[in-house]
């Protein structure tokens, strides 16, 4: 399986940050659940990457999002 989203990253970039995960789905306009379901299989939109991204003050992106 090809992991595209660093799930352990992106989970440590919210903490770092004060958040929670459900602060994040909040921000996204979503479900807890939704949320969880989408960092489980490593699928956000453009859209929402970009506001995780702006909201958690990722300065590498690519390292998150684009991980191999």
Known sequence: MIELIDRNGL???IVKNGCSQKDMAKLLNM???T???RM???N???DEAKILIEALGIENPTE???AS
Request: aromatic share 28%.
């Open 64 to 66: 998150i999002f684009f």
């Open 40 to 42: 489980k299989r490593g």
């Open 31 to 33: 479900s807890t659940k």
């Open 44 to 46: 956000f939109g453009v």
């Open 35 to 37: 949320f969880y379901s």
């Open 11 to 13: 989970k440590a970039m």
